[in-house]
């Protein structure tokens, strides 16, 4: 029996086993099934029941007839329905146009302020702003091809380097 034990104690994994087996048998309890769920059905039962619906549906569904209205009241209503309509319309076109107005003077407020921002920093003589160097195409090109000559033999080189 003291060997028995020794040999558990000894072997900490067997032991983390052994109580995840027993926990798993204990802990296995039928959960109750909660009342407001509905029962499982075979999927058969449920496409009974769908074309059942479906052509009770089909039955039930017959068109109702319109409503019938006087052609004097209807014409009436669309020309009270149209005036208001027209009425709200020119109301939001000239809104709009107003906003319009205001923004485009307002860009040209921002644009003029910004020319004028530009001209002061532009100046060639001034020592904060200086146009950096610019490469063209070929110019870079040529840059490339003579680091390649001057640069140090490809065999000289890491290979790792060259992976990148």
């Keep these: 029996?003291?060997?028995f034990i020794d040999f558990f104690l000894k072997n900490p994994f067997l032991i983390i086993v052994l109580i995840g087996i027993l926990t798993s048998m204990l802990g296995k309890?039928?959960?109750?099934?909660?009342?407001?769920?509905?029962?499982?059905?075979k999927w058969q039962e449920v496409m009974q029941e769908?074309?059942?619906?479906?052509?009770?549906?089909?039955?039930?569904?017959?068109?109702?007839?319109?409503?019938v209205r006087k052609v004097e009241q209807q014409a009436?209503?669309?020309?009270?329905?149209v005036d208001e309509t027209t009425n709200e319309a020119n109301k939001r076109i000239a809104e709009l146009r107003r906003l319009q107005q205001k923004y485009d003077q307002e860009r040209l407020y921002?644009?003029?302020k910004a020319?004028?921002?530009?001209?002061?920093i532009a100046d060639n003589n001034s020592p904060v702003y200086r146009k950096g160097p610019s490469f063209?195409?070929?110019?870079?090109?040529?840059?490339?091809i003579m680091s390649e000559v001057l640069g140090p033999p490809r065999a000289k080189r890491s290979l790792q380097r060259s992976r990148r």
Aim: glycine share 8%; proline share 12%.
């Design 50 to 67: 769908l074309q059942g619906e479906m052509q009770q549906g089909n039955q039930q569904q017959r068109p109702a007839p319109a409503p």
């Design 110 to 112: 921002q644009k003029a």
């Design 136 to 144: 063209g195409k070929k110019q870079l090109i040529d840059g490339i």
């Design 29 to 41: 309890k039928k959960q109750p099934q909660d009342p407001n769920t509905p029962p499982k059905k």
């Design 76 to 81: 009436a209503h669309a020309a009270e329905v």
């Design 115 to 120: 020319d004028q921002l530009t001209s002061t």
């Design 1 to 3: 029996m003291g060997d």
